[in-house]
């Protein structure tokens, strides 16, 4: 079975300021998926960035980057320039690329940005 | 309506009721999904359906039982909870390609409570 492991229950950024989510997982399959989702206050949970193993470069969206690190199992996200909307529940998730189609969750981290 | 939506929002019942939660996703997809969220837990997987059949059941208490008339549309019938059963239910749904990644899309949820 595949655990996500979120140890940062809690975190606050200021406006503007960059902020790192952790995220360990821990695996004995060689291809997945790794993704980032957001749960803002109103409770649609949406996909902010996702990483296949197989690739080393990491991926980015605008604001948003991950540092993969296959061999460690670590799959941080990176939010640059950080906005009041960034303000949400951060989840971390695995998905086997063979599994059919289950996701396994972290409990997630819930960022609060401050103006 | 677009995405993936779900009834009702808000849903207070008791432990003798009988209730049904829906789903309807927008987007042409194959797959859906339940998810139940509860306080300080990951997200668990209960149910997946892909093309209108059952593939997935997480051990879940015969309680709840969904149904899958479409590709659509999704029902969780619940019947005899317990307080414990007091969560956000999501729903989600993707395309399903073989080998491929696929993207799930979640509805805004269904908090439930049990009295």
């Known amino acids: 079975a595949q655990t996500v492991t979120q140890s940062q229950p809690e975190m606050s950024v200021q406006e503007a300021e960059t902020v790192t989510l952790s995220c360990t997982y821990d695996t004995s399959e060689s291809n997945y998926y790794l993704f980032w989702y957001k749960q803002p206050p109103s409770r649609q949970m949406i996909l902010v960035i996702r990483q296949e193993a197989y690739k080393q470069q990491n991926a980015t969206e605008n604001r948003f980057s991950v540092n993969f690190q296959k061999a460690a199992k670590s799959f941080s996200l990176k939010i640059s320039d950080s906005q009041l909307g960034d303000t949400a529940m951060y989840f971390c998730a695995f998905m086997k690329t063979n599994s059919g189609y289950a996701l396994n969750f972290g409990k997630g981290t819930s960022l609060l940005v401050t103006p | 309506e677009t995405g993936v939506t779900q009834t009702p929002r808000h849903l207070v019942m008791g432990m003798t009721n009988k209730k049904s939660l829906k789903c309807e996703q927008h987007l042409g997809h194959n797959a859906m999904y339940w998810y139940k969220q509860s306080a300080k837990k990951p997200l668990e997987l209960m149910f997946v359906?892909?093309?209108?059949?059952?593939?997935e059941n997480n051990s879940v208490p015969s309680r709840f039982s969904p149904e899958c008339p479409n590709s659509s549309h999704l029902f969780l019938h619940l019947h005899t909870l317990q307080p414990e059963d007091s969560a956000l239910y999501l729903c989600a749904s993707s395309q399903v390609t073989s080998g491929a990644y696929n993207e799930q899309f979640f509805g805004p949820g269904t908090r439930l409570t049990v009295l």
């Open positions: 359906y892909n093309f209108k059949e059952q593939t």
